[in-house]
């Protein structure tokens, strides 16, 4: 069940923002459709280039220190504040600068995003070397996710247009969201920081650039 919490932030963060960002950028805030699609495409694009550096960061921590919960800490507290960021937008901006500001929000919450999904994705391996305890891990995961992405999709624009469906409606709505990310993720880190075992030093990469090489080994392999 701790493991299985942090699917609440990952579920939320990965829902939400897909739903009704392009609805504020355009809508709330008066951001041009196109200029709002690249908003929306930026972090997307940012997530696929950071992930594999911070997975090589989080193997070497492992095997520094026999866990990875320092980033997945790191992850949980700071996702919160790039969430709520995004949609904390001041009143009276202009479109441009609404959406430079949720551009680079987007993107630190994205960041932290990396840092606590990466890590968290690779904990059942650290927990137990059994397969069918791995699995249940994994099931119990599975099946908060599921229910995180429909409570959050449906509850966050509840939230939204209880409280009026105007600009402070999305604050309102991001701060509530915002701590049922923090509470399910801050849960991991808590009850299962302290009980993994020692990931062994065999085929240590080289560096944190050593996954980029890596990923494009295997799509030319797979390629073929």
Do not use: C, N
Request: aromatic share 8%; proline share 6%.
């Amino acid at each position: 069940m701790g493991y299985a919490a942090g699917s609440v932030g990952t579920g939320g963060f990965g829902t939400l923002p897909g739903l009704v960002l392009a609805y504020y950028l355009t809508d709330t805030l008066g951001v041009a459709p196109a200029l709002g699609a690249l908003v929306v495409l930026l972090p997307k694009v940012w997530d696929v280039a950071i992930d594999p550096f911070v997975g090589a960061l989080s193997d070497a921590e492992a095997r520094r220190r026999s866990t990875r919960t320092r980033l997945v800490a790191l992850g949980a507290v700071t996702l919160p504040v790039g969430f709520l960021g995004m949609f904390a937008v001041p009143t009276g901006l202009a479109p441009g600068a609404s959406a430079v500001w949720i551009a680079v929000a987007f993107v630190l919450a994205t960041t932290s995003f990396s840092l606590f999904q990466v890590p968290y994705i690779a904990l059942p391996a650290d927990l137990t070397d059994g397969y069918r305890e791995r699995t249940r891990l994994l099931s119990w995961r599975i099946a908060v996710l599921a229910l995180a992405i429909l409570a959050m999709g449906a509850g966050g624009p509840a939230i939204r247009d209880a409280a009026g469906g105007e600009h402070r409606s999305y604050l309102i709505m991001g701060a509530a969201i915002a701590a049922l990310l923090v509470a399910g993720m801050l849960a991991t880190v808590l009850l299962v920081g302290r009980t993994q075992r020692a990931v062994p030093d065999a085929a240590a990469p080289s560096g944190p650039w050593h996954g980029y090489a890596e990923g494009v080994r295997l799509l030319r392999r797979d390629a073929r």
